[in-house]
């Protein structure tokens, strides 16, 4: 069931960071990451051009048109009429271009923390200003059309901003050497050095590689050309993982929030999901009123109507009176049956005799389809993340039979890093999005009241896979 990349994490730059893979496949694959940052760099180099352009030709012009008296004339061929040309360009370069390339500048920054996180395994958090509400027409905030004057103030006021635009500088002055030193040393140690050597030695003839230059120093033989550019291809395939945790550390370092901006970030989330959290337990109670007041209190009032109606009868009818004792004991029967379904939707006895592990393997026996429970847990969790845990996948189960068509789901468990990891997967045809609503959004604000964070991939036709971290620590 990432259809968005992660539905709590979000904007606020919360995804995981992960352990970089140390072997010589992850060594190698750290080479091809470098790379693609690589393009984001002169992506980011572009985008800082289109911002700095305008101002510097729109700032240029002005100030050359200042120097010059009117008497020039507007002729456009003249020193004159090229700065008023120049101060005009760079206005409307300003006005249409700045604030678009301002914004797809922060979605750069954005996309630069999640590859941090998943490929340097640095992540990095995010603070920008909320959008404010368009003037006019009562829109709330984050809708609507903002005038050019609002969206500057919004941007410019916003330090996020400037810290995105610091981070397109310093990228482009240091970031490139981090990534393209691993790369070269690979690159030319492998073209340069190994290839011209193993011409030499005649290996892969058909390749005709005798016809590759040499390198020009003395003593360049084939086994030392072969020894040297081995060293390089060491080196340059040693040094990648290291200096992509550099680079996610330099972009952690210009990128990450002050404390006080991730101070504020935070108390507005706990804020939030505190609030979240309080519907939800009002709801909560009122659905268990509601199905107390609608079942089982309904059938005790006609179980105990029956039982008045028996005592009546059982002197003057006593088969009549049998027959409504009967009745009065299947009631409470199907009474008692709705009781502790209402207490297992409160909390499961399974849950708090035997904990989250097993509590899943009794709830995956219950439902529908087949469920592979994989993983354990080497002690207890707190009761209220045991809770949110267990109807969490409770609510992704239901998911998968309801909507996904899949014929086998997977749940795996364990605690790792002192957090809850949880995985939900499934066989069925993909496309699961928590905006389209199908529950996620809810298991997400549930895990939020936890610092949790849910992360949903789900492309077309599937699988569906959906992860669930939780900060927490056994007892």
Not at 152 to 175: A, E, Q
Not at 190 to 209: D, K, T
Not at 319 to 335: H, I
Request: charged share 20%; proline share 5%.
């Amino acid at each position: 069931m990432r259809g968005e990349a992660a539905a709590a994490a979000g904007e606020a730059g919360g995804v995981p960071g992960r352990r970089l893979r140390l072997g010589l496949g992850g060594r190698l694959l750290s080479l091809g990451r470098a790379l693609a940052l690589t393009g984001l760099l002169l992506t980011g180099a572009l985008l800082l051009f289109v911002i700095l352009a305008p101002v510097f030709v729109g700032a240029l012009g002005l100030g050359q048109f200042l120097k010059y008296e009117v008497n020039h004339g507007l002729d456009v061929n003249s020193q004159w009429g090229r700065d008023l040309l120049a101060l005009v360009l760079g206005l409307v370069c300003c006005r249409f271009v700045l604030p678009v390339a301002l914004l797809a500048t922060r979605r750069l920054t954005m996309l630069t923390r999640r590859l941090s996180a998943r490929w340097c395994g640095v992540p990095i958090g995010a603070a920008y200003a909320p959008r404010p509400a368009a003037r006019g027409g009562g829109r709330p905030a984050g809708t609507g059309r903002l005038g050019y004057p609002q969206r500057m103030s919004w941007l410019l006021g916003d330090v996020g901003t400037w810290r995105d635009l610091l981070w397109l500088v310093v990228n482009v002055v240091v970031g490139w050497v981090i990534l393209l030193v691993p790369v070269t040393l690979f690159c030319v140690g492998l073209v340069a050095f190994i290839v011209p050597a193993l011409g030499s030695l005649g290996v892969f003839r058909p390749l005709n590689l005798a016809s590759v230059a040499h390198p020009a120093f003395p003593g360049n033989t084939a086994p030392v050309l072969f020894l040297i550019g081995l060293a390089m291809v060491a080196v340059g395939t040693w040094t990648g993982p290291v200096l992509l945790r550099g680079y996610g550390g330099l972009a952690w370092a210009v990128l990450s929030p002050s404390r006080e901006a991730e101070l504020a970030r935070r108390v507005e989330q706990l804020a939030r999901t505190r609030r979240e959290t309080l519907d939800t337990g009002a709801a909560e109670l009122r659905r268990i009123e509601r199905d107390l007041h609608d079942g089982a209190q309904a059938r005790l009032v006609a179980m105990g109507l029956t039982l008045d109606a028996a005592g009546r009868l059982i002197d003057t009818d006593p088969a009549a009176a049998r027959a409504l004792l009967y009745e009065a004991r299947d009631a409470s029967g199907r009474a008692l049956a709705e009781l502790r379904d209402l207490v297992r939707g409160i909390h499961p006895p399974v849950l708090a005799d035997r904990g989250l592990a097993d509590a899943i393997r009794a709830l995956a026996l219950d439902g529908p389809l087949r469920v592979r429970v994989t993983g354990s847990l080497a002690g207890r969790l707190p009761a209220p993340v045991e809770s949110a845990a267990y109807f969490a996948v409770s609510e992704l189960l239901a998911n998968v039979a309801k909507h996904s068509g899949a014929g086998a789901a997977g749940v795996d468990l364990r605690h790792h890093d002192g957090a809850l990891r949880i995985s939900v997967s499934d066989d069925g045809a993909g496309g699961a999005d928590p905006a389209r609503g199908t529950g996620l959004s809810g298991v997400a604000r549930r895990l939020a009241a936890f610092d949790g964070v849910l992360v949903v991939s789900s492309p077309a036709g599937g699988p569906t896979v959906v992860s669930m971290d939780v900060p927490c620590a056994l007892s």
